[in-house]
């Protein structure tokens, strides 16, 4: 692939993380489209998209549609939607994405190219409880994909209207570890658009480290209705997402990607970030579906493709899971 110019970018998933990228690119002169649907796309179409940030409202004109044909090829597609959506929008993104079209997958959990060209004894395994019958992996063939991690809290308002809470970290590599040319391209430009970006030689790690905290505190507080510091302030409870913890570190240092912390070393990670409800927690109190399968399911499977037991992984998926299908927010049986 030539190196793009990312003039034309289309965002897939136009809420709190992907509105809030898509409004500092269309502000640093990006021809801006969103593919949405509903009432997001009636107030996009209406109002455009609004981002409240540091005691100011920015707005910025977009084109906006439900068709990805109406839209058309793209230079740069951000999809920024929770993992449950990722197989009806592949389903929908074909139209979008030309030969040298890049697609940015900033999203929470392992993702399905995770192992392309990377994993050691495990490198190119699919990972069925992402991506079963294969479907994303053809919408969205490896070679376009450069990985993303987002070190942010955003927040929707209102169809159409985020605000920015705190963090402007985006982390961006090449699924292969390649320092490209299109990558270097990319970092450029997400800085220049006001984003504290760096660009890493190893997105899988980062992708992991990010999931060492998400997967354990997320589901909890998923189940308990706790926030982040009466997660970590019960003793019984630290110590069982410490357990987790300790074997999702040793499948990373299986496949490559040792993390060099220990548990309590990241919980003084999230006791910084104070008392804050997580996004798994929001969507069950919204009533949407949970990123059980990239968070905790993806890790568990990883223990059984590099020969690691998980029985607290797989206790912690087990009560998260019957929690989440007594609400009807896992519908997988």
């Known amino acids: 692939m030539s190196t793009p110019s990312f003039h034309k970018i289309a965002i897939v998933g136009a809420g709190a993380i992907g509105g809030w990228m898509g409004v500092h690119l269309a502000r640093h002169g990006a021809?801006?489209?969103v593919l949405a649907r509903?009432?997001?796309?009636?107030?996009?179409?209406?109002n455009g998209?609004?981002?409240?940030?540091?005691?100011?409202?920015?707005?910025?004109?977009?084109?906006?549609?439900?068709?990805?044909?109406?839209?058309?090829?793209?230079?740069?597609?951000?999809?920024?939607?929770?993992?449950?959506?990722?197989?009806s929008v592949a389903a929908q993104v074909g139209p979008l994405i030309g030969p040298n079209t890049v697609v940015l997958t900033a999203m929470n959990g392992v993702p399905w190219w995770f192992l392309q060209g990377f994993?050691?004894?495990v490198a190119d395994r699919a990972l069925q409880c992402v991506d079963p019958d294969g479907a994303i992996a053809r919408a969205l063939p490896s070679p376009h994909i450069i990985g993303c991690v987002v070190h942010a809290s955003c927040s929707v308002d209102a169809p159409g209207?985020?605000?920015?809470?705190?963090?402007?970290?985006?982390?961006?590599?090449?699924?292969?570890?390649?320092?490209?040319?299109?990558?270097?391209?990319l970092h450029a430009l997400l800085k220049q658009a006001g984003f504290n970006a760096t660009q890493s030689p190893q997105i899988q790690k980062d992708i992991w480290y990010k999931l060492w905290g998400n997967m354990t505190i997320n589901p909890i507080s998923a189940i308990t209705g706790a926030t982040t510091d009466r997660i970590l302030d019960d003793d019984l409870v630290r110590q069982f997402v410490s357990s987790v913890m300790l074997e999702a570190k040793t499948i990373g240092e299986k496949i490559g990607?040792?993390?060099?912390?220990?548990?309590?070393?990241r919980h003084a990670v999230t006791r910084k970030l104070g008392a804050f409800r997580t996004s798994m927690l929001q969507d069950v109190a919204a009533g949407k579906p949970v990123e059980l399968d990239?968070?905790?399911t993806a890790v568990r499977e990883l223990g059984q493709l590099t020969q690691v037991n998980t029985p607290m992984t797989d206790a912690l998926l087990g009560?998260?899971?019957l929690h989440a299908k007594g609400l009807g927010l896992y519908p997988k049986q």
């Open 31 to 33: 021809q801006l489209s």
């Open 38 to 46: 509903g009432d997001t796309l009636a107030a996009l179409q209406h």
């Open 49 to 87: 998209l609004r981002l409240h940030q540091g005691g100011e409202m920015h707005s910025v004109a977009v084109k906006a549609s439900n068709d990805a044909a109406v839209l058309g090829v793209q230079d740069l597609v951000v999809i920024s939607v929770k993992a449950p959506a990722m197989a």
């Open 119 to 121: 994993g050691g004894p």
């Open 161 to 185: 209207v985020v605000r920015h809470h705190f963090g402007d970290g985006l982390i961006v590599g090449e699924p292969s570890g390649q320092d490209t040319p299109r990558v270097q391209a």
């Open 257 to 265: 990607i040792p993390i060099a912390q220990q548990p309590d070393d």
């Open 294 to 296: 990239a968070l905790v």
């Open 319 to 321: 009560l998260s899971r």
